[in-house]
């Protein structure tokens, strides 16, 4: 009796087994194909220097195209007389999800390529100039730099402040003079 009853568990087993493998349940399946997505866009690079508008910085990194908030150049509204560049960018789905991610560079400023780490802390700096007009350049720079991972840009970056502040000194030091001009000959 044990003998038959193993015998019955044993067929039913197989019987099952054939069904699983009918339905195609010990099939491989093909192997999946590795979906990549791509976005293409424009960045727009202002052309960053002591004497760019903080109006202008403002558009610097803007990025248009297809994926992107922006559709086309006409709708971010740039100013007039504004040098920028256009640069194509392109991301994939694999470069976004790996650990390292290639070096994005800004290629239109004072100091030729550089990345877009040291682009940020160069726009920082010009704005700060511009906010707080009572600082020296080596308080801005400490404020920018607090750590020491961008030393040698901190060192270029100084004498381009020092550009701006005597610049915006001179624009203040030449409005002082016409608003005394025009007030002492009212």
């Known amino acids: 009796m044990l003998n038959l009853s193993i015998l019955i568990v044993i067929v039913g087993l197989i019987y099952w087994l054939l069904r699983l493998r009918r339905r195609g349940f010990f099939k491989r399946r093909p192997k999946e194909n590795k979906m990549t997505n791509k976005i293409f866009g424009q960045e727009i690079q202002i052309f960053l220097d002591y004497n760019t508008p903080i ?6 990194g803007v990025r248009f195209g297809q994926q ?38 800004h290629d239109n400023n004072v100091f030729g390529i550089i990345s877009l780490e040291e682009a940020k802390l160069l726009k920082k700096g010009l704005q700060m100039v511009k906010m707080y ?15 020491n991972t961008h030393s040698r840009f901190a060192e270029k970056m100084k004498n381009l ?12 030091e030449s409005k002082d003079l016409d608003n005394h001009y025009t007030s002492s000959h009212q």
């Open 133 to 147: 007009n009572n600082l020296t350049s080596l308080e801005i720079i400490s404020r920018l730099f607090a750590d």
């Open 68 to 105: 992107f908030r922006y559709k086309s150049l006409d709708e971010i509204g740039l100013p007039e007389k504004c040098s920028f560049k256009i640069k194509p960018i392109q991301y994939s789905s694999d470069t976004l999800f790996q650990e390292k991610h290639p070096i994005e560079t």
């Open 161 to 172: 402040i020092d550009q701006r502040l005597l610049c915006q000194n001179q624009n203040k």
């Open 55 to 60: 109006e202008h910085i403002a558009f610097d």
